[in-house]
């Protein structure tokens, strides 16, 4: 059985340009998550996708934004890249919310 | 207060001990409980999970939740240097409706040879 995908697996941005990442999740899994990691911090969870609907979002501003389509896939876009955006950028699903996530390998994305 | 609190280490323990990792939680409904593994560079991978008091063995890895004190810790026995790597606690809590999963900031485990 495949494990989540994530694409792609690095990105180099200036800032203020945008940025869509793209996961998909193991099959018959409906949630999907998105966190963010910084060098060397924990996980920061930025949104909760399930059954197509953001369920929640985690204390980051509007320009972090995202989807889910109907086959479950999702998208992260954030718009106009600060610095400090770099990070890793994990995705992980789960059966059903609040079920166990398994987490895909992350994009690594770098803003110059 | 933080959902769930580690500390952030480094822990260091030689090869062949036991590492004792520890995390709390807190006071809310809480269903679930799971242990991540994450090296440097690479997303967290699941080690255990445990749902009910007690301990819970799977191979080198125990388990150990105490819902009372609001306690959750792994175990790792004959420590080896791949162990080295963050450990992530997460408990997934009812809120509102909604059961939420929340991420410690993890415990760097050092294990020298």
């Known amino acids: 059985e495949a494990g989540v995908t994530q694409s792609p697996t690095h990105l180099i941005k200036t800032r203020g340009q945008q940025v869509t990442l793209r996961c998909s999740p193991i099959?018959?899994?409906?949630?999907v998550y998105w966190y963010q990691q910084a060098l060397g911090l924990g996980l920061q969870f930025l949104l909760w996708y399930d059954e197509g609907e953001e369920r929640n979002r985690g204390n980051f501003p509007p320009r972090f934004s995202g989807r889910q389509f109907p086959n479950y896939s999702s998208e992260l876009n954030v718009n106009a890249l600060e610095l400090e955006d770099s990070a890793l950028y994990l995705c992980a699903s789960s059966t059903r919310q609040g079920q166990t996530q398994y987490f895909g390998p992350g994009t690594r994305l770098l803003v110059l | 207060q933080k959902e769930v609190e580690q500390n952030s280490g480094p822990l260091s323990v030689p090869e062949g001990a036991i590492a004792s990792l520890n995390c709390t939680y807190s006071?809310?409904?809480?269903?679930?409980f799971f242990w991540y593994r994450q090296y440097s560079g690479k997303s967290p991978e699941l080690i255990m999970s445990?749902?009910?008091?007690g301990d819970k063995e799977d191979g080198r890895f125990t388990a150990q939740l105490n819902k009372a004190s609001q306690y959750v810790s792994l175990l790792i026995r004959d420590s080896q240097p791949s162990d080295s790597a963050t450990y992530l606690c997460a408990v997934n809590m009812q809120e509102h409706n909604f059961n939420k999963f929340y991420f410690g900031s993890g415990t760097k485990l050092n294990v020298k040879p």
């Open positions: 006071d809310r409904v809480s269903q679930s």
């Open positions: 099959s018959g899994h409906t949630s």
């Open positions: 445990i749902y009910s008091n």
